[in-house]
């Protein structure tokens, strides 16, 4: 089996024994060394944790497949907390509708299933030191690339079809720069340490979505708690903030915002 091809279910079925294996085969071929193999238990299912060190940077496993990804706003229901906090958010100015579901259905990715080739994926953003498009190259000349949305969406969810990649809920009485021991903290199930900090804003190769913050705009708009925390949700491609980014008010902020690189398998 083509390490590319290895898909994420059959991933979440092997033994440790089996994952380890695997490990091994990633690591020679990316000229590196495997650094953790682990099992892990992620929204009650279980899976595994890679971690590869490569020239002296940590990039964690990240099966593909055809995988599902988006958030179904149709399934789900926000918390009567949830829906009152977004309500004194409107009271103050703040939302894009007249309720969360129709304010996250301008924020957040659509149901849909896509298929994703395996890759290693850094296990921390990197800032960005030249424009955006200047990136590809920069990056090219270490043997990685700029991840595309689908799969920066895929390795932070991982697998989760949950608001945010530790479920749905998130503390109400504080925003996440507030926060320092709350579930954002956490590594994923694959060992990423990704949307973890709205003031941190993660690009990838479509210039109409950002990822993983908002450069703080939230927090220091003061949106309000639930809205402080809706850009750390897996789906939500900030289309609105990236207008900014890629637009001339932000060519000159690049070194702001970071990027993930891959290396393909």
Do not use: K
């Not at 849909?112 to 190259?137: F, I, K, N």
């Not at 190769?205 to 809706?230: F, I």
Request: hydrophobic share 40%; with cysteine; aromatic share 10%.
């Amino acid at each position: 089996m083509s390490l590319a091809d290895l898909t994420f279910d059959q991933w979440r079925s092997f033994d440790l024994v089996t994952a380890r294996q695997v490990a091994q085969r990633v690591a020679d071929l990316a000229g590196g060394c495997v650094a953790t193999v682990e099992a892990v238990e992620h929204l009650d299912v279980r899976t595994h944790r890679v971690l590869i060190e490569r020239d002296a940077q940590e990039f964690a496993l990240v099966p593909g497949g055809t995988v599902t990804l988006g958030f179904d706003l149709d399934a789900w229901q926000p918390t009567p907390e949830q829906a009152a906090d977004y309500q004194e958010s409107m009271e103050q100015g703040f939302g894009y509708g007249p309720d969360l579901r129709a304010h996250l259905a301008h924020l957040l990715s659509p149901r849909r299933h896509v298929t994703l080739a395996t890759v290693l994926m850094s296990v921390e953003g990197e800032d960005l030191t030249v424009p955006p498009t200047d990136m590809p190259l920069v990056l090219a000349a270490r043997g990685l690339r700029m991840p595309s949305s689908d799969e920066w969406e895929h390795a932070c969810g991982a697998g989760a079809n949950t608001l945010f990649r530790w479920g749905n809920d998130c503390p109400l009485d504080r925003i996440p720069y507030d926060d320092h021991n709350g579930p954002q903290r956490q590594p994923n199930a694959l060992g990423l340490h990704i949307a973890y900090d709205t003031y941190r804003t993660e690009l990838t190769s479509d210039v109409t979505a950002v990822h993983g913050g908002d450069g703080g705009e939230s927090a220091c708009g003061g949106y309000g708690h639930m809205l402080g925390w809706l850009p750390l949700a897996t789906a939500n491609r900030n289309p609105f903030f990236a207008e900014f980014v890629y637009g001339p008010d932000g060519e000159d902020m690049y070194e702001d915002f970071s990027i993930r690189p891959v290396f393909e398998l």
